[in-house]
């Protein structure tokens, strides 16, 4: 079994900071890429940031130069650092991870999701 937990949302002012982690347990062989997306009601869920095992990174559009995604390997956490919050940026925010599982027949890539924690910027 293989779980993602989630941690760090809450209420923020405008211009204000968060800092999300999302941890890995289970029994895990390896984590490939380690994402981070975010949903509003009504609309679909986006891609906030990606980083990939190597340590390279990518943003959507929208949070370039105020979202910073890392990620620990030893504690199979990663991070989503958030600065400079504005009220579009209130969501739920979802983490998700390409984790290998030893089976019966050999390594099995998996696409696990996080249960989600709300962010709400106020104005």
């Known amino acids: 079994q293989v779980q993602l937990v989630e941690s760090g949302g809450g209420l923020v002012q405008a211009g204000g900071s968060l800092r999300l982690s999302c941890a890995a347990s289970?029994?895990?062989?390896?984590?490939?890429?380690m994402d981070w997306y975010r949903q509003v009601p009504g609309k679909q869920r986006e891609l906030v940031a990606v980083?990939?095992?190597?340590?390279?990174?990518n943003y959507a559009d929208s949070v370039k130069g105020r979202f910073t995604i890392s990620r620990d390997n030893a504690k199979n956490t990663v991070y989503l650092q958030m600065n400079s919050l504005k009220p579009e940026d209130t969501a739920v925010y979802y983490c998700?991870?390409?984790?290998?599982?030893?089976?019966?027949?050999?390594?099995?890539?998996?696409?696990?999701w996080g249960q989600g924690t709300q962010v709400t910027v106020s104005s």
């Open positions: 998700n991870a390409d984790i290998g599982v030893t089976t019966g027949w050999g390594l099995k890539m998996y696409s696990y």
């Open positions: 289970g029994s895990i062989a390896s984590i490939n890429t």
């Open positions: 980083i990939h095992s190597g340590g390279v990174t």
